[in-house]
């Protein structure tokens, strides 16, 4: 039995080569909520205000939004370099995969099920019974507390906090880190998320190749 338990990984910009899934809808509507993203950032709004920020716009540029076009903004998105293979690698040791995600809940959950994580939680829209968008559904993953969810999942299982890892791109992804336990920032999103982690004194994978995550949990190279 491995001493590492679990290791946890956000989604968007780790698991999958893409910045965000809610920018993805942005980009595919024509709009942008920058000046909101900031303030989020900022933890002057919260999850919620943000995500009914960003519906309200697209709504207003498309008055019905069914959840097949929603998907159809993820067409095309790709694995992070090495994602598959390190996933089936925890597995194959009988390591506990989570994702926890402030990301769509509908794209996170087929990533989800592509690779087969043993569980996972994003934030999700509210839908009426023809699948139409109807607004954001109350959010079950505080980005700014994403520790919430690793405490829960480590009662849960009864893990160890110093045997959880978790892995994320952005500054709020530290809030993963629980008290005894391990982070790995990766592929850092933004040099506010860089800065972070530098300050955090944790260590660092600047590559977009998950593989590089593994010398750092395990202190050996990637298995060939």
Same mark, same amino acid.
């Given at each position: 039995m491995?001493?590492?338990?679990?290791v946890?990984?956000?989604c968007?910009?780790?698991?999958?080569?893409m910045?965000s899934?809610?920018?993805?809808?942005? =980009?595919?509507?024509?709009?942008n909520n %920058? $000046?909101?993203? @900031?303030k989020?950032?900022?933890? *002057? &709004?919260?999850?919620d205000?943000?995500m =009914?920020?960003?519906?309200?716009?697209w %709504? $207003?540029?498309? @008055?019905?939004?069914?959840?097949d *076009? &929603?998907?159809?903004?993820?067409?095309?998105?790709?694995?992070m370099?090495?994602?598959? $293979?390190?996933? @089936?690698?925890?597995?194959?040791?009988? &390591?506990?995969?989570?994702?926890?995600?402030s990301?769509?809940?509908r794209?996170?959950?087929?990533i989800a099920?592509m690779?087969?994580?043993?569980?996972?939680a994003?934030?999700?829209?509210s839908?009426?019974k023809?699948?139409?968008?109807?607004?954001?559904?109350p959010?079950?993953?505080?980005?700014?507390?994403k520790?919430?969810m690793?405490?829960?999942?480590?009662?849960?299982n009864?893990?160890?906090?110093?045997?959880?890892?978790?892995?994320?791109?952005?500054?709020?992804d530290?809030?993963?880190?629980i008290p005894?336990?391990?982070?790995?920032?990766?592929?850092?999103?933004?040099?506010?998320?860089?800065d972070?982690?530098?300050?955090?004194?944790?260590?660092?994978?600047l590559?977009?190749?998950?593989?590089?995550?593994w010398?750092?949990?395990?202190n050996?190279?990637?298995?060939?």
């Amino acid at each position: 039995m491995s001493e590492i338990q679990a290791v946890v990984f956000d989604c968007d910009g780790v698991l999958v080569d893409m910045g965000s899934s809610w920018q993805k809808i942005h =980009e595919y509507f024509g709009t942008n909520n %920058l $000046e909101a993203l @900031e303030k989020f950032l900022n933890n *002057e &709004i919260t999850d919620d205000e943000f995500m =009914e920020m960003d519906v309200k716009m697209w %709504l $207003e540029i498309q @008055e019905k939004i069914h959840i097949d *076009e &929603i998907m159809r903004c993820f067409s095309g998105i790709k694995l992070m370099k090495g994602a598959r $293979e390190v996933v @089936e690698e925890l597995k194959k040791m009988g &390591i506990y995969v989570a994702i926890v995600s402030s990301g769509v809940a509908r794209f996170i959950g087929t990533i989800a099920h592509m690779l087969k994580v043993d569980d996972w939680a994003a934030n999700d829209f509210s839908w009426d019974k023809e699948g139409f968008l109807l607004g954001a559904a109350p959010s079950m993953v505080d980005s700014h507390n994403k520790g919430i969810m690793v405490e829960k999942l480590s009662k849960i299982n009864n893990f160890k906090p110093e045997q959880i890892w978790s892995v994320g791109d952005s500054s709020t992804d530290l809030s993963m880190q629980i008290p005894g336990s391990n982070f790995i920032g990766f592929n850092p999103a933004r040099q506010k998320a860089l800065d972070a982690f530098e300050n955090m004194n944790v260590p660092l994978v600047l590559e977009k190749d998950l593989r590089g995550i593994w010398p750092i949990i395990f202190n050996k190279r990637f298995p060939n």
